[in-house]
């Protein structure tokens, strides 16, 4: 069936978006702290032979040898503290509500070494903003950038109709770079009365509320959106007639009409459709057939022309071939 063409230009307009780089300052994660707990540690059994004392001496001067390496001290304490904090709320039942306040105890210790996510750098936004991009991504201030998953944003920044590909980046120790392709609005498409934007891929992008997508190509039917290029290649096939087809129709499917500025409809084969617009054109530079009073004009027969006239002309021809046939009784 073939669904008419519908005015929804009717819109309203949106609030303008500000595309940029994002310098996340919210999304710095300070170190996670608790208080000290001095661990007690049983002797190695391979000491068992020695003086208690011996063995408490040698403990002490390996513990302070390993501190003393740079940041060994910091990684150990903040290890100590996120296995405390972690058993801790587990036994108590509230690890989720700790996690999502906190993070996970390995994000915990990566960003007490120094791995928190401090800047965050978004290029390509186009129709997007910052805030849309890094709510899809997930990325939270309790994230370390040591263990962020960059696949798992890609894929979800992917999943988002405005979003045709995205690269996901991560420069350590606190940097993410993260650069989209965006999809932009390359034509209407009207089916069951709702008209959206969508892609070039035919991908809908957004519900028409913008009149600067107005001048877009514009088609109508089921699957419609992902012929784009075929009804694309009509429109340059019509010729000096383009700037007259004001939608493409695509009928059960198989075949397309062009609904034309001055409301006829022109129906196309289903095969060699730019041959039909050839002779088209010729009849609209050696008849004017579009500026005639019809409805349609059939081209889906080869070599054959049927057209359609209004209720208006199909009168105004009655009227005259009575007039002639009375004139031609009197002779």
């Known amino acids: 069936m073939r669904e008419p063409v519908e005015a929804l230009f009717d819109v309203a307009h949106p609030h303008p978006v500000q595309a940029g780089s994002l310098h996340a300052g919210s999304l710095h994660a300070g170190a996670y702290s608790a208080p000290y707990v001095n661990p007690v540690g049983s002797e190695p059994a391979e000491r068992r032979g020695r003086s208690a004392a011996s063995a408490a001496q040698a403990e002490r001067g390996r513990l302070s040898r390993i501190a003393a390496l740079p940041g060994i001290g910091t990684a150990a304490l903040a290890l100590l503290f996120g296995a405390v904090g972690s058993a801790g709320v587990a036994h108590n039942g509230g690890y989720a509500e700790f ?46 950038l040591l263990f962020l998953d960059a696949e798992t944003i890609r894929e979800r920044l992917t999943a988002l ?142 070599g054959r022309v049927a057209v359609r006239l209004s209720e208006e002309a199909v009168a105004a021809r009655a009227a005259a071939t009575s007039r002639n046939s009375r004139k031609g009784g009197q002779t």
């Not at 993070?103 to 849309?132: K, M």
């Not at 039917?221 to 004001?246: F, I, N």
């Not at 022109?266 to 019809?294: G, N, T």
């Open 99 to 144: 996690v999502a306040r906190n993070g996970a105890p390995r994000d915990i210790v990566a960003r007490a070494l120094g791995f928190s996510i401090e800047v965050v750098t978004i290029s390509g936004l186009g129709e997007l903003s910052e805030s849309d991009v890094l709510a899809a991504s997930g990325v939270k201030p309790t994230n370390s």
């Open 161 to 302: 109709p405005l979003v045709e590909s995205a690269r996901v980046l991560k420069l350590y120790p606190d940097r993410l770079i993260i650069a989209l392709e965006g999809r932009r609005p390359f034509a209407l498409w009207q089916r069951d009365g709702k008209l959206s934007v969508v892609a070039a891929d035919g991908v809908v992008i957004d519900e028409m509320r913008d009149e600067r997508f107005i001048g877009l190509p514009f088609v109508v039917g089921e699957g419609a959106e992902k012929r784009l290029d075929e009804y694309m290649r009509l429109l340059e096939a019509a010729g000096d007639l383009k700037s007259r087809v004001r939608a493409g129709v695509l009928v059960s499917g198989r075949r397309w009409s062009l609904d034309m500025t001055n409301g006829v409809e022109v129906k196309l084969p289903e095969r060699e459709p730019e041959a039909a617009l050839a002779l088209l054109q010729r009849l609209q530079r050696e008849a004017r057939i579009l500026d005639k009073d019809v409805i349609s004009i059939d081209l889906r027969a080869s």
